[in-house]
């Protein structure tokens, strides 16, 4: 059965780096696009940046230019490289599968609806 795991999290100061990682085990469709979404508690889980088979990558404008989101295929891997993080980007961070609607939404379809664990994020001032 597929499945996602996470890892990487971990507490850095403001300004500092982290980098997620995110192995699926299992078969995926080939139409679901990579993507990390963070969720913190009270609010609603959102989409940070997301990769598609063909490549193209979309961002969060609050993490444009901060962070950067790649996939090793033959690792079957995830990456996301978190630069200059802020106290704001304090969350729990998930690996998840989407797909683009013909609108351009990034969402769950039943073929791409599959999470991981989720890993904490956590920055300080």
């Known amino acids: 059965q597929e499945h996602l795991v996470e890892s990487g999290g971990g507490s850095v100061q403001a300004g500092g780096s982290l980098k997620l990682s995110c192995v699926a085990y299992?078969?995926?469709?080939?139409?679901?696009?990579m993507a990390w979404y963070r969720q913190v508690p009270g609010n609603e889980r959102e989409l940070v940046s997301i990769i598609m088979l063909d490549g193209t990558t979309a961002y969060a404008d609050s993490v444009k230019g901060r962070f950067t989101i790649s996939e090793d295929y033959a690792k079957r891997t995830l990456y996301l490289q978190m630069n200059s993080l802020r106290t704001e980007d304090t969350a729990v961070y998930y690996c998840a599968t989407a797909v683009k609607t013909v609108r351009g939404a990034y969402v769950q379809s039943p073929e791409c609806n599959h999470w991981g664990q989720g890993t904490q994020v956590t920055v300080s001032s």
């Open positions: 299992g078969p995926i469709s080939t139409t679901c696009g």
